[in-house]
């Protein structure tokens, strides 16, 4: 495990706090004895946390080429992955034709289960999943040697993000979901599975995973789970669309993020997220986290104050 004692990894996104996988990541790697290089894009208490944990944190531009080039010289393996936005396949290839530039020997792409089902004559209305379909096609022609991360829907944004407000005010799960199914996936979860990949690479180089959660199953059934976890009856609400948009706008989303989390909407309802793989297992030899885990580890924000009083 030569970065133990070497080079360091590469891990972009490192501060981020909605999935997080960055953020997980650097903490794993370093707890399995590897240097971490942490990119973030600005200095503040998460990239002072990320040096707390050892981390070498670098600030930088996915965009830029000059900061790539600070943040990949000297590593051997990278992970990338950046928030959902208009300029991911820009940042994707900035990445990578500097990790070409500098020859790295394992580049972890993060992409999303969607993908799956896409081809050139195949995309959604999605615009971040057209991008991360293209990111895969240019890595893919790059000859870089890409390892690819699809997973499913992560339960940190649409079941704590944007549900913890409803369970807590109004006791009720309320997202446009319809009755499709779906099977979560734990940002954690996918950070572990990132962790093992950089370990040690070489056997996985090339290959796709589809990461899902541990079951799938509609929203009443997860309204249950929901009770379940914080002892009081939580109802599914299956909120109109349009308003919901609304207030994903009035919350300050970009109209790229918006569109996309409206286009995720409506492939739950169709059942396009009603998939279940055992590529988290194979990787890491541990079950996924439950809904029900997940909700008792977040008691807190889906808890009104004064009943936690
Ligand atoms: N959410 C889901 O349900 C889901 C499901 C499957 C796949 N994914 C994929 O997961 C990825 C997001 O992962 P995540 O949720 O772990 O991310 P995250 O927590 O949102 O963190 C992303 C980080 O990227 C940083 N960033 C954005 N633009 C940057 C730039 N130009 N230069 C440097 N850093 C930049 C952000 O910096 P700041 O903090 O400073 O803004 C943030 O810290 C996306 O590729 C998404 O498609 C998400």
């Not at 109802?235 to 286009?263: C, M, Q, T």
Request: aromatic residues 6%.
């Amino acid at each position: 495990m030569e970065s133990q004692h070497g080079r360091p990894i590469l891990v972009t996104g490192a501060a981020g706090d909605l999935g997080g996988v960055g953020r997980n990541l650097t903490a794993m790697l370093l707890a399995k004895g590897h240097r971490v290089r942490a990119l973030v894009r600005r200095e503040d208490e998460r990239s002072e946390g990320l040096r707390q944990l050892g981390a070498e944190v670098i600030q930088g531009d996915l965009m830029d080429l000059t900061s790539m080039h600070h943040a990949i010289e000297g590593c051997a393996r990278i992970y990338f992955g950046m928030s959902v936005s208009a300029n991911y396949l820009e940042a994707t290839v900035n990445t990578a034709a500097v990790a070409r530039h500098h020859g790295v020997e394992a580049f972890v792409n993060m992409s999303q289960m969607t993908v799956t089902s896409m081809s050139i004559t195949e995309t959604t209305a999605s615009p971040q999943h057209k991008l991360h379909w293209l990111a895969e096609q240019a890595l893919a022609w790059s000859g870089l040697p890409v390892i690819t991360v699809r997973p499913t829907v992560f339960l940190e944004g649409f079941f704590l993000r944007l549900a913890a407000a409803g369970v807590r005010e109004r006791d009720e799960l309320a997202l446009p979901l319809g009755s499709g199914k779906t099977s979560p996936i734990s940002a954690v979860d996918v950070a572990r599975a990132v962790s093992v990949i950089l370990d040690e690479p070489a056997p996985h180089i090339g290959q796709i995973y589809n990461l899902t959660g541990p079951e799938s199953a509609d929203l009443h059934h997860y309204a249950r789970v929901f009770s379940e976890a914080l002892g009081r009856t939580i109802r599914y609400r299956n909120i109109p669309r349009s308003a919901w948009i609304d207030s994903l706008f009035e919350a300050g989303l970009s109209s790229h993020v918006a569109k996309h989390l409206a286009v995720m909407a409506d492939l739950h309802v169709i059942g396009r997220y009603d998939r279940m793989t055992d590529d988290l297992f194979r990787l890491t030899g541990r079950p996924a986290t439950s809904m029900l885990e997940f909700v008792r580890h977040h008691l807190d924000e889906f808890t009104r104050r004064e009943a936690a009083a």
